[in-house]
């Protein structure tokens, strides 16, 4: 599993520790849906993808646990790459990439 070790909100760039490996990922738009329930994160999600150029990637902030289900599937459906989910105490955090 990842850990979430630093994030700056001044330039959208999340860094994030696997195993070994540190990733980093520059984020061209944020997605809040925390607090939403199914199925609204992923139609905020499809809409903001829909204004987004290939090759750019999105974080998508949720609560709700069935968003480990849906965006995966929204992913695969919609032919998108989910580069990475992070959980935390407090949050679901889902970077995807559009193809």
Not at 51 to 76: H, W
Not at 80 to 85: R, S
């Amino acid at each position: 599993m990842a850990k979430l070790i630093a994030k700056s909100t001044s330039v959208n760039l999340i860094v994030i520790i696997l195993e070994e490996y540190i990733i980093s990922i520059k984020a061209a738009e944020r997605l809040d849906v925390s607090g939403h329930k199914c199925p609204i994160p992923v139609l905020r999600l499809r809409r903001a993808m829909e204004k987004m150029s290939v090759g750019e990637c999105l974080e998508l902030k949720a609560t709700d646990p069935m968003t480990m289900i849906d965006i995966p599937n929204f992913c695969r459906e919609t032919e998108q790459k989910l580069v990475h989910t992070t959980e935390t105490d407090k949050h679901i955090i889902f970077v995807i990439e559009k193809c």
